[in-house]
Every structure is written in C-alpha cells, then in structure tokens.
C-alpha cells in the first residue's frame, strides 16, 4: 500500500503510465487529504480525473449522464466521498448498501441499482470497507485503496462498461445562435425612457414574493431578465415572456443546480442543496441596463482571453468538464440557454474567476443555475 508523498507519486505514475495520462500537480481538498497529484486522461469514451492522496485515489468520471434523477453513495462504512454526504439507508433487504439523501426519487433509484447489468458491475468492483462509489445524474466518483494494477485494470473496465450501458445525455442547445450580454450603466428610474424601451435589465429585485435562499434565508440574487419577446432575438419561445438567472451569491451550494419552476406571475424554489454561508452580498444588486448582440461566432466555443463570456444561446464555455443538469421533473436533460461571468465591473464573482450557467427545461417550466470555477 502506498502511505507517504513518495507512494502518492508511484501510484500516479503507475497510472499515468497504463492508461496514458497526464500528470499534473495539484492541492486539491478531501476532507482532511491534500491532494498533490491529478492524472487527467481519458479511456474508452470516459473522460477522467485522477486524484491521488494517500493512501487512497478518487477516480472521477465528469463526462456521465443518464435521465434518472439520482444521488447516492455504495460503501459498508457510511464514509462520505468528494461527490456527496450519504444521510440514509436507500432501501431494506438488499444485500449492497445503498445511501441515499431524501429529496431524490427512491424508486428511480431502486430501478437503477437493481438493473441486473448494474448491480453485476458494482458487486464486481469489489470493494472494502475504506472504498466508496458515489454516483449522481452527472459524474461518477469511486474513492480507491489499492495500489494493485491489476485491481486497478478491473475496475477501469468494469467502471467503463457501467458508463457506456447507462451514459445517455448529450449537450442540448435552446438557440444556435448566439448573443452577447452587454451589462450597461445603471438605469436612472427617473427617466421615462428607462421604464419603456429597456426591454433586458441586469440587477433589481422581483417586488412580489421574491425567491428565497434555503441556506442563507435571503432572497435570490436577480443576475439578469431577458424578454423573449424581443423581436430581435431569433429563439424560441420559453413558455413566459422573460427568462430570469437567479442564483444566491453568498452560499456555497452554488456549484451545484439550483432548480426554479417559472411562469407569468411567479417563480418557485423547487430543488436546492444545503451548504455554508461564506459571502454577505448586498439583497439585491443595482439595476443596469443589458444589451444584447448577435454574436457571429455563433456556437463556438473558447472565446478569446479579452472577450466578454456573458452570453444569451449558443454552447457553453465549460471551466471544468460538461456537467449537464437533469430536470426533476420529467428526468430529462436540460437545455444550455446562457451564462454569465465574474465581473468586477458589476461586483458579482462566482467563485475563484468562474461562471454561472443557465439551462432550462421548458416542457416542465423549470430553470437551473450552477456555477464551474477554477
């Protein structure tokens, strides 16, 4: 077994040097593990990430969707991994011990394990009571203690036959086309012309029953307010005239799906993640006015270092690997519909220089916000 900094580097050369990855230095978190070493590679459709810090290794698949909307951790000891914190027993007298948290579909889960595939490949991997396999709607996460490679092979490809039976959602686009958000000056409320012609707005408040924060008890940050009715815009319609990216600026749960039922006169909190308070933004931020460009680049992706990324439609410019958010309600993946960015100019920072996407669902009226961040 591998139990010094010596040993952490040799199990990610060995990895490196099996499966052809790259190597990279890192300081990365677990609980009360540092990381020092990441080996990023790919095998057989999956793209992965390695993370070594003695005397385990997670393997994290960020490449993974299915439609079911599940959560949960398979491990004996109830130890929790990167991905998530398992609360409860998923379901009596069944031998794998499956962990749950309460607010995911307890029969989509039980479907899923009890696949007979499925439940072959986890029983398959063999695992103690120190390793930890946690999987959700988009990534796969297996925490490992073994620096044996032919332990390690098997499990790669079990791992790999587990992705490529279940691996279902591609990256949907609401628009082709894209648009440039431009966040102008503030709006002066004294003039006429600004309550008349302004027709996307940054900023501001919802006056009536605004959305609460679960965390922080405050409401949600209204980041932008885009009418779809604009003439100018060639998209389709979302099933309300404006489409609102709302997320909470001070809470840590950010960089997990923020889930919001819309309609003409309402929007509803329908999914939110607990976690920690660390910001203490202002209520609302100031109102400004947005302009909207036709981007010629249309979808492309990786704009230029000197480039704004706030943008309406088109692909998103992912920070980390594609995560793509599950509807709750009909279970389906969402739809890209824009992002924004950190933006000092406009006093809003999503994490450490990251953005915040929007996708939508709008069979079911639902909008999700998360952020990626370096």
Known sequence: MFFDKSKSENIASLISREFGG???????????????????????????EVYVFYPYFEIWIKNFH???????????????SGLMLPVKRAFKNYDIPVFTNSAYNIEALKKFCMNSENEKDIINLKMSNEEVLSISSSQIVMRNKSDDINLIRERFAILSSFFNRNNEQEL?????????????????????????????????VMEDNPPQCINCHRPLHFLAKIDMEDPKLKTKAIGTRFLYIITCLNCEHSSVPLFIEYSDKMLRVIRQEKGETFNNFPAFLEKREITLIKDPKSTARGIEFNESRHKLG???DWIQSDEIPVCPKCNKGMQFIAQLETDNNVDIQFGDNGILY????IKCKVIATFMQYH
């Not at 929007?358 to 669902?361: G, H, L, N, T, Y």
């Open 358 to 361: 929007a996708f939508i669902c």
């Open 22 to 48: 790259k190597i990279e230095k890192c300081n990365a978190s677990f609980g009360l593990k540092t990381c020092k070493y990441c080996v990023k590679l790919e095998y057989d459709n999956m793209k992965m």
């Open 66 to 80: 299915i439609k079911e909307d599940v959560l949960f951790s398979i491990n004996q000891s109830k130890a929790s």
């Open 172 to 204: 949907k686009l609401f628009s082709k086309s894209s648009y440039r958000i431009v966040i102008g000056s503030p709006l002066d409320h004294s003039i006429k012309r600004d309550q008349n012609i302004v027709r996307h707005t940054f900023g501001g």
């Open 314 to 316: 088109g692909s998103p």
